[in-house]
C-alpha cells in the first residue's frame, strides 16, 4: 500500500490502526556552489544560444559585402539639398583625438561621417539624438580604453548607416559597412544580456537597418523582434515611463519607439508576417504636427521655417502598412472571396488617399519631379512614396499565395495575353480595383524616380518593390486600355526600367522573375496594339 503523506498519521495507517512509520524522501536545498553552479550553466547556455545566431549571421555579411560592392544603376558622386534641407544641428567642434584602434578611423575622419549621417538618413528617420550622439562619439575617442561595449557598438553601428544609407564615408581608406557591422557583431551578447538602457535598442534597431534591404530578411525579423522586447522592458510605448524624464530624453525615447515601429510594420509586410507591435498597446502620441523646437524629422523651406514632419508621415504610413497586412496576408484575409477582399481593402485605399491629401503640395510627387529646386529631397520623397505605391499595389493584385510579391496577378494577366495574342474570344481583360488610380501614382512614381540623382544600392533595395509595382501597373494599364494620352511615356518608361532591371536580376530570383514575366507581357501588348491599328 502507499502512503498519501498525511500527518502525523496517512488515512492507510488509520484504517488499519497501525503506527506510519514511512519517511519520505527530503529534498536538500542546492548548496551556495551548486546554485552558483546552476546559475553559471544557464548564463552559458545563452551565451551559446546568441553566439548561433552571430554564427548564423555570418553568411549575411558576405552577401551583404557583395551587395555593397555592386553598383546597379549609375550613381552620383554626392548628394545635393538645394533650398530646402531637414533641419540638423550643426555640432560640430575641434576635440583633441586620443589613441584609437588599428584599423578604425581617427576622430578627424570618424566625426565627419557621423556629422553627415545625422544630415542625412538620421535627420528623416532620427534614430539618434543628434547632440548626444556626437558627444558620445567625442567621449570615446578621448577614453576609448574605458571598454564599455554598448557604447563601442554605438560607434561602428552609425558609421556603418552612413556607408550604407548615404555612401558617406566610402572615400575613406579606413572601414565599410561589413567591418563596421562585424565590429557591432562582436558586441551583441554583452549588448542583449546586460542591463538595457535606450543604447542597447538603439544599437539593434541600427542592425535591423543594415539588414533592412537584404534579400534574405531572416536576421532582420531577428533583430527588430529583439529591439521590440527590449523597448517594452524599457517601457517606451507607454507614455507613463517617461513621466520622470526630461523633454530631451522623453523626446528621443519616443523617436527609438517610433523607428522600432516603422522597422517592424515594414519588414513583417515585406516577409508577408503579422508585425510585433500592436497598435493597442501603444499609449504615445504620434511624432508632432508642429515643429517645437528640435527640429529633426522635418523638412524645412530656405528661410528656416519647418513645412513638414517627414517622420511623422512615414510613422503614419507605418500605421496603413499593418492594415494592409491585414487585408492581404492575414488568416482571416485568405479566407475571403473577391468581393469581401474589395470592400474589405477600400476603407485602408482611402486612408491612403487622406495621407497623399496632407502632403505639402510644394512635395508632391507630381511636383517634386518637375521642380529642380529640391533634387536631394527627391530620393528620400521617393523612398517615401514607395512605401505608398507598395501599400496600394497589395491592395489592387496582392496575394497570400504568391511565390514573389504579385506572382497570381501575373499568371491571370499572362494567359489573357496569351488567349488575345492567339486570336482566342475573352470577355475582358482582369482589372483589379483600383487599377486607374494605381497605374496614375505609378506614373507619378516613376517620373519622381526618373528624378533622383544619387541612384545607391541602398536607394535600389529600398524602392525596388515600388519600382517593380510601378511597370507591373503601367503595363496592365496598357493592356487593359490599348489607348490612353500617357501611353507614350508609359511605353518608353518601361522599357527603360526593364533595362535597370537587368543587373538585380543577375543576382535575385525573385526580380528575375519579374523581369521575365513583364518581358513577356510587353511582347503580348505590343501584339495586341498591332493587332488593334
Keep these: 500500500m502507499r502512503c498519501d503523506g498525511q500527518r502525523p498519521r496517512c488515512c492507510n495507517c488509520v484504517s488499519y490502526k497501525s503506527d506510519c512509520t514511512y519517511k519520505a524522501a527530503s529534498r536538500k536545498a542546492p548548496s551556495r556552489k551548486q546554485g552558483l553552479l546552476q546559475q553559471r550553466r544557464h548564463d552559458e547556455d545563452l551565451q551559446a544560444r546568441v553566439k548561433r545566431l552571430e554564427d548564423q549571421l555570418g553568411g549575411v555579411l558576405e552577401k551583404l559585402e557583395r551587395l555593397e560592392k555592386t553598383e546597379q544603376f549609375p550613381a552620383s558622386s554626392a548628394l545635393a539639398c538645394n533650398n530646402v534641407l531637414p533641419a540638423v544641428t550643426q555640432v560640430t567642434q575641434p576635440v583633441q583625438q586620443g589613441p584609437v584602434s588599428p584599423g578604425f578611423p581617427p576622430l578627424h575622419v570618424a ?179 508642429r515643429a517645437e523646437g528640435d527640429l529633426t524629422g522635418f523638412i524645412c523651406t530656405a528661410t528656416g521655417q519647418p513645412k513638414m514632419n517627414f517622420f511623422r508621415a512615414r510613422v503614419e504610413l507605418a500605421k496603413i502598412q499593418g492594415m494592409v497586412y491585414d487585408c492581404v496576408y492575414s488568416a482571416a484575409a485568405q479566407s475571403m472571396n473577391t468581393d469581401e477582399a474589395a470592400r474589405n481593402a477600400a476603407p485602408v485605399l482611402h486612408l491612403l488617399d487622406e495621407w497623399s491629401a496632407q502632403i505639402p503640395h510644394e512635395f508632391q510627387a507630381a511636383t517634386l519631379s518637375q521642380s529642380c529646386c529640391f533634387p536631394g529631397l527627391s530620393r528620400y520623397f521617393c523612398m517615401l512614396y514607395s512605401v505608398h505605391l507598395s501599400c496600394r499595389a497589395l491592395l489592387s493584385f496582392g496575394s497570400a499565395s504568391d511565390s514573389y510579391h504579385y506572382s497570381e496577378w501575373m499568371r491571370f494577366l499572362r494567359d489573357y495575353g496569351v488567349k488575345v495574342a492567339a486570336g482566342l474570344a475573352v470577355q475582358h481583360a482582369p482589372t483589379p480595383p483600383g487599377l486607374q488610380a494605381l497605374a496614375d501614382a505609378a506614373r507619378e512614381y516613376m517620373r519622381l524616380f526618373t528624378t533622383v540623382t544619387m541612384i545607391d544600392t541602398f536607394f535600389i533595395r529600398m524602392t525596388l518593390c515600388a519600382h517593380n509595382s510601378s511597370l507591373i501597373s503601367l503595363v496592365t494599364d496598357r493592356l487593359c486600355r490599348s489607348r490612353h494620352s500617357a501611353i507614350d511615356f508609359d511605353t518608353q518608361i518601361t522599357k527603360t526600367a526593364l533595362q535597370n532591371l537587368e543587373e538585380i536580376a543577375s543576382t535575385t530570383e525573385s526580380v528575375r522573375c519579374i523581369r521575365d514575366d513583364l518581358r513577356q507581357l510587353c511582347s503580348y501588348v505590343d501584339m495586341i496594339s498591332i493587332m488593334n491599328d
Excluded at 538595457?196 to 533592412?212: K, R
Excluded at 523633454?247 to 509586410?269: G, P
Design 111 to 289: 566625426l565627419p561621417i557621423v556629422e553627415g549621417y545625422l544630415a542625412t538618413f538620421n535627420a528623416f528617420l532620427p534614430l539618434f539624438h543628434p547632440e548626444d550622439l556626437i558627444k558620445t562619439v567625442k567621449d570615446w575617442y578621448q577614453n576609448p580604453d574605458a571598454g564599455d561595449p554598448v557604447t563601442w557598438a554605438v560607434i561602428n553601428v552609425v558609421l556603418a548607416l552612413a556607408h550604407h544609407t548615404s555612401s558617406l564615408g566610402d572615400g575613406s581608406p579606413i572601414g565599410d559597412a561589413t567591418t563596421y557591422l562585424s565590429n557591432v557583431q562582436s558586441t551583441l551578447t554583452e549588448v542583449i544580456m546586460r542591463d538595457t538602457n535606450l543604447a542597447n535598442v538603439q544599437v539593434l534597431l541600427g542592425v535591423a537597418v543594415l539588414f533592412w534591404t537584404a534579400e534574405n530578411l531572416g536576421p532582420a525579423l531577428i533583430y527588430i523582434g529583439t529591439a521590440l522586447r527590449l523597448a517594452h522592458k524599457l517601457g517606451l510605448h507607454m507614455r507613463k515611463h517617461s513621466e520622470r524624464c526630461t523633454a530631451t530624453e522623453k523626446l528621443q525615447r519616443d523617436r527609438v519607439f517610433w523607428m522600432a515601429y516603422i522597422l517592424d510594420r515594414d519588414i513583417s509586410l515585406q516577409s508577408k508576417l503579422a508585425p510585433i507591435q500592436l497598435d493597442n498597446d501603444i499609449d504615445l502620441d504620434l511624432p508632432p504636427l
